[in-house]
């Protein structure tokens, strides 16, 4: 089945930084989203992005299918920004999988 | 907005005991899906279900059974619950095509004693 990779698994910044978080897949792929799960567990669906560049505030996601990988910007980071982000990739009709994450912490 | 809900934040079972776990959406999504999420092992896909009645078997299927009578409800049980079912469990769902995004519930952490 289809592997993904993040990085860095643990990333810890100074509120006000920037930062960019790192998804690798080892197939084409014709879905990949990009989560949030905050310190209370909730999931919440950052960008649907297969291809390409869309922004959202200071959230930003590319992806080059091509060369399999995506990655996340996160712009002058707030300690609200701290949490895990997941990227996940479609196999077959409808099953979504994951990577390991990325833990995020910002310190005030 | 789309909402998922699911039953408890919070539960705790003795071993053996039989379990269920609800899930309802609001957004008339065809599909509805149950992971578990374990440190170091991120998200791992239990079941699936794209229709009424119509359930698929993830990648960890074991120790588990589903339910979908009712297009906005997916339950998810145990029904021998052991002490390595102990983890964090989350329901999604889906509009219906393979472009559409997840949404998530809150979570259910089950410790099974």
């Known amino acids: 089945g289809i592997q993904v990779e993040q990085s860095p698994p643990d990333l810890i910044l100074q509120e006000g930084a920037n930062s960019t978080l790192r998804c690798n897949f080892s197939?084409?792929?014709?879905?990949l989203q990009w989560f949030h799960q905050n310190p209370w567990g909730q999931l919440i669906n950052l960008f649907y992005i297969p291809s390409g560049t869309k922004q959202n505030g200071r959230l930003s996601a590319t992806t080059v299918a091509t060369e399999r990988y995506s990655l996340l910007y996160i712009s002058s980071s707030q300690t609200t920004d701290s949490g895990v982000y997941f990227c996940?990739?479609?196999?077959?009709?409808?099953?979504?999988?994951f990577g390991q994450g990325t833990r995020l912490t910002i310190n005030p | 907005d789309v909402k998922v809900t699911q039953s408890s934040r919070y539960l705790v079972k003795r071993t053996g005991e039989k379990v269920f776990l609800e899930c309802v959406q609001d957004?008339?999504?065809?599909?509805m899906f149950w992971y578990r999420q374990d440190p170091g092992l991120g998200l791992r896909l239990i079941y699936f279900?794209?229709?009424?009645?119509?359930?698929e078997k993830g990648d960890i299927p074991e120790g588990y059974s589903v339910s979908r009578e009712k297009k906005e409800r997916f339950s998810l049980i145990l029904e021998s619950a052991s002490t390595n079912q102990t983890s964090m469990y989350l329901c999604?769902?889906?509009?219906?095509?393979?472009?559409?995004?997840?949404?998530f519930g809150p979570g259910t952490r089950l410790t099974v004693l």
């Open positions: 999604a769902s889906s509009l219906g095509h393979y472009t559409d995004t997840q949404y």
């Open positions: 957004m008339d999504h065809e599909n």
């Open positions: 996940a990739v479609l196999q077959g009709a409808q099953k979504l999988v």
């Open positions: 279900s794209y229709d009424v009645k119509m359930k």
């Open positions: 197939d084409s792929v014709n879905n």
